[in-house]
Structures are given as structure tokens and as C-alpha cells.
């Protein structure tokens, strides 16, 4: 007894239990209880390296892990920055769109207003060239009045000369009458002359309102196909603003999923922070637990088993 006493936690020795007395038994009995402590002090010593060597695993893990939670909140964070960035430049788009909107609108209504314009410009053409057609037809009628007072002019330029001939063989008689003649001779021609200018006046007038018409039905042509033009561009500048105001919308769409994604992406941030945190403290807990399973292990490394 004394010997296994100074045997300093070998619990590989036994007593001598041969014996079928009081103190046989007493000594199978202590065996038997050395045994037991044999086997409990095996199964701590298996148990804390297990136990040390999980945790140091786990501790491991936990450390990458926060690392990992680490590394991916900074990259929530840096993400958040960009998206922060991209908010403010649809917010930005979406401005400068509604803004081009207005201004399409506003010339979509500038171009109906010239094409009203245009309109009422042809039409002005149009009433100008009928009243420069009346016109050219009240000149031919004035022209054919014009020749009918030349004929009359030519027939009384040949009686006057026919009755300066009659008074001529009267002689004296006939004297103051051929006077008459020859003033209304000499007014025949100048009525005769005056009417050859104005027939030359109206044929002059008659070319420039041939001209004038020409000019204007160019004019109108031109003017219809001016219209037909802004006609055409309201089309387009509508178009253009019915575009603009969709691509607006899904600027602003796209601003109010952007400021989703951001809160998204704060939350997972803020949570990938107290999940790095939590790990670096289960990393503590481990390396706790390592520690007290080495001085474990230490405590029961004095025995031999």
C-alpha cells in the first residue's frame, strides 16, 4: 500500500488480492476502484484532447468566418457607396428627363403653333392667287374694252378725215367744219395713242399677275409642303416627349429600387458586422475552452493510465 502510495498517479499498479480474507477483499475493492478511476481518467484525457482539439477547430473557423463577415460588410459597404453613387445619377437622369420632357413639350406645341401659322399662311396664299386670277380676268375684259375704244378711235380718225375731205371741195362753206374735223381728227389719234399705251400698260400688268400667280402657286406649294413638314415634326417631337416621359418613369422606377437595394444592402451590412462580431466572440469562447481543456490535460497528465 505504502509503495503504490508513492507511486505519484500510477494507477497502472494493483494490490496483492489473493487473499479470501477482510483484507483481500479490501484490496480487490480498492483495485476494482483504481480501475474505475483508470477509466474515468483515460476518458478525461481522450475527451479534453478531443475537446482541445475541436475547439481549436472551431475557434479556427469562427476567426475565418468573422474574417469572411468581415471582409464581405466592407464589401456591402463599398457596394452601398457605388449604389449610392448610381442613385444620385438616376436621380440625376431622371431630372434632366422630365426636364427634357417639359422642353418637347413645349416645342411640340411651338410646332403645332407654326403649323396653325403655315395654315393660315397657305390659305392667305391660296385667296391671294384666286383674287390675283379675278384680277388678270377684269384686265382681259378691261383689254378688250380698251381695243373697242382703239376700233372707235381708228373709225372716227377715218371720218374726220372723211369729212376734211367733204368741207375741202365745199370751199368756204366747208371751212369751219373741216376746223371740227381736224380737231376731232387730232383727238382720234391722241385717243388712239392713249389707248395703245394702255393696252401696253394691261399687257405689261397681264405678265406681271401671270408671273405673280405663278409665283404665289409656287408659294402656296411651297408653304403646304412647310406644313406637311411641321406636320410631320409634331409627330416626331410627340413621340420624342411620349419617350422621354417613359424613360423618366423608369429613371424614377429605377431611383425607388435603387433606395431598396441600399437599405438592402446597409441591413446585410450591419448584419455581416455583429455576425463577424458574434464570431470573434464563439473564436474566444474556443480558445477559452482550449485553454481550459490544456490545463485539463495537464491536471490529469500526472496520471498513468
Given amino acids: 500500500m505504502g509503495e503504490l502510495a508513492n507511486n505519484e498517479g500510477d494507477l497502472t499498479r494493483r494490490l496483492p488480492d489473493t487473499g479470501k480474507d477482510e483484507i483481500g477483499q479490501l484490496a480487490k475493492s480498492f483495485n476494482s476502484m483504481l480501475s474505475s478511476y483508470q477509466a474515468i481518467i483515460r476518458n478525461i484525457i481522450d475527451s479534453s484532447r478531443e475537446v482541445s482539439g475541436a475547439s481549436q477547430e472551431i475557434s479556427a473557423s469562427t476567426e475565418e468566418i468573422a474574417s ?10 463599398q457596394i ?10 438616376m436621380e440625376t437622369i431622371a431630372s434632366n428627363t422630365e426636364h427634357a420632357a417639359e422642353i418637347a413639350g413645349k416645342t411640340s406645341e411651338i410646332a403645332r403653333e407654326g403649323g396653325i401659322i403655315i395654315q393660315k399662311t397657305s390659305d392667305g396664299m391660296n385667296e391671294l392667287c384666286r383674287q390675283i386670277n379675278i384680277l388678270e380676268s377684269d384686265s382681259d375684259k378691261i383689254g378688250e374694252i380698251v381695243e373697242v375704244i382703239d376700233e372707235i378711235a381708228d373709225q372716227t380718225n377715218l371720218l374726220a378725215l372723211n ?19 381736224d380737231e376731232v381728227r387730232k383727238l382720234a389719234e391722241r385717243s388712239s395713242d392713249a389707248t395703245k399705251e394702255i393696252a401696253g400698260i394691261i399687257r405689261s400688268m397681264q405678265n406681271n399677275m401671270k408671273q405673280s400667280v405663278k409665283a404665289t402657286e409656287q408659294t402656296a406649294a411651297y408653304t403646304e409642303q412647310s406644313g406637311q413638314a411641321f406636320g410631320s415634326i409634331v409627330g416626331m417631337v410627340e413621340n420624342t416627349s411620349a419617350r422621354v416621359l417613359e424613360i423618366a418613369a423608369a429613371a424614377e422606377e429605377q431611383t425607388a429600387q435603387s433606395g431598396n437595394i441600399l437599405n438592402a444592402i446597409e441591413t446585410i451590412a450591419a448584419a455581416s458586422e455583429e455576425a463577424a462580431a458574434a464570431s470573434q466572440e464563439v473564436a474566444n469562447a474556443s480558445q477559452s475552452l482550449s485553454k481550459l481543456s490544456e490545463s485539463l490535460s495537464e491536471s490529469v497528465s500526472s496520471f498513468k493510465v
Avoid at 80 to 89: C, D, I, R, Y
Avoid at 167 to 180: E, I, P, Q, W
Fill in 163 to 181: 369729212a376734211a375731205i367733204e368741207a375741202a371741195r365745199a370751199g368756204d362753206h366747208g371751212r369751219g367744219f373741216a376746223v371740227v374735223a
Fill in 80 to 89: 452601398n457607396e457605388l449604389f449610392k453613387e448610381l442613385n444620385a445619377s
Fill in 68 to 77: 469572411g463577415n468581415q471582409e464581405q460588410s466592407a464589401a456591402a459597404l
